[in-house]
T-cell receptor, first 107, second 113 residues
Framework: KNEVEQSPQNLTAQEGEFITINCSYSVGISALHWLQQHPGGGIVSLFMLSSGKKKHGRLIATINIQEKHSSLHITASHPRDSAVYICAGFTGNQFYFGTGTSLTVIP | DSGVTQTPKHLITATGQRVTLRCSPRSGDLSVYWYQQSLDQGLQFLIQYYNGEERAKGNILERFSAQQFPDLHSELNLSSLELGDSALYFC????????????FGPGTRLTVL
């Protein structure tokens, strides 16, 4: 069993839809990162969370420490949101990565 | 552009060889992280340096080593290369040694033939 599990693995949405990607972890972490990897391979850090909720534009990330669960929400999805989204838990001396969620947003 | 630079962009080499990947962090960032992304293993954390000192160690093989120099650039040395070392190698930088957003470089694609 992986220390960090993501769901779904693949997601196709129509433009404008509300999207949720889930991340569950089994290790004690000090921070949870959400990353976006574009089709060209580049990686962008979207959020780093240790508690609560963060918002940036149309993206919202939440974390529930007790339930060891985090969600990434995309409101009013757009084709440019098509990418792989990866969550990663940091324990203080190790990062554990989810396998990623491949999102395709259709116009 | 994240401000993190990596060289070279692409590297093709043969099994048994040794290569050095270079990373320059964003101006003002003291932490450098190295990651490996292969098709079968996904993203894996290798090692972190902060202001010249090793701070965290992940799944880094004994054949691999890294260091961070006084000017804060970092090098990842891969030796006795095997076919399975073919991957994208990313470095990232952040201001502090933990608790901060990381900025990723464009990666070095290593192909071992």
């Amino acid at each position: 069993k992986n220390e960090v599990e993501q769901s779904p693995q693949n997601l196709t949405a129509q433009e404008g839809e509300f999207i949720t990607i889930n991340c569950s972890y089994s290790v004690g972490i000090s921070a949870l990162h959400w990353l976006q990897q574009h089709p060209g391979g580049g990686i962008v850090s979207l959020f780093m969370l240790s508690s609560g909720k963060k918002k940036h534009g149309r993206l919202i990330a939440t974390i529930n420490i007790q339930e060891k669960h985090s969600s990434l929400h995309i409101t009013a999805s757009h084709p440019r949101d098509s990418a792989v989204y990866i969550c990663a838990g940091f324990t203080g001396n190790q990062f554990y990565f989810g396998t990623g969620t491949s999102l395709t947003v259709i116009p | 552009d994240s401000g993190v630079t990596q060289t070279p962009k692409h590297l093709i080499t043969a099994t048994g060889q040794r290569v050095t990947l270079r990373c320059s962090p964003r101006s003002g960032d003291l932490s450098v992280y190295w990651y490996q992304q292969s098709l079968d293993q996904g993203l894996q954390f290798l090692i972190q340096y902060y202001n010249g000192e090793e701070r965290a160690k992940g799944n880094i093989l004994e054949r691999f080593s890294a260091q961070q120099f006084p000017d804060l650039h970092s090098e990842l040395n891969l030796s006795s290369l095997e076919l399975g070392d073919s991957a994208l190698y990313f470095c990232a930088s952040s201001v502090a040694y933990r608790g901060n957003e990381q900025f990723f470089g464009p990666g070095t694609r290593l192909t071992v033939l």
